[in-house]
């Protein structure tokens, strides 16, 4: 399993057009397959910075996503919003603790 996180700043005035966009897209996100679990996170403190927090397959999961329409149309559109160049990494779980 491959934890993706993609760190995303927008321009003010443009959150609402990228809450729309994924909005619309999110479901479409979340049945690729390989993805198991989609979520999308708001900074607690500066309400333009976002992040989705997506478990993945593998790699090879994530990079076939990556290669879609689907992640060509969403990202193309989604870019032209941001105010700064977004973050993106991703991890696998070491431990857990309950």
């Known amino acids: 399993m ?4 993609v760190r995303m700043a927008f321009q003010e005035d443009k959150v609402k057009a990228f809450l729309e966009n994924f909005n619309q897209n ?3 996100i979340r049945n690729f397959p390989g993805c198991r679990h989609l979520e999308l ?3 607690e403190n500066f309400k ?3 992040m989705t927090y ?3 397959d593998s790699e090879e999961a994530l990079n076939q996503y990556r290669d879609s ?3 060509k149309s969403v990202w193309s ?3 032209t919003l ?6 993106a990494f991703s991890a696998k779980k070491i431990d857990e603790l309950p």
């Open 77 to 79: 559109y989604t870019k």
């Open 69 to 71: 329409e689907l992640f």
């Open 82 to 87: 941001f105010a700064d160049k977004p973050t």
């Open 48 to 50: 333009n910075i976002f």
């Open 26 to 28: 999110k479901e479409k």
């Open 41 to 43: 996170w708001q900074d």
């Open 2 to 5: 491959l934890t993706r996180v």
């Open 54 to 56: 997506s478990f993945w």
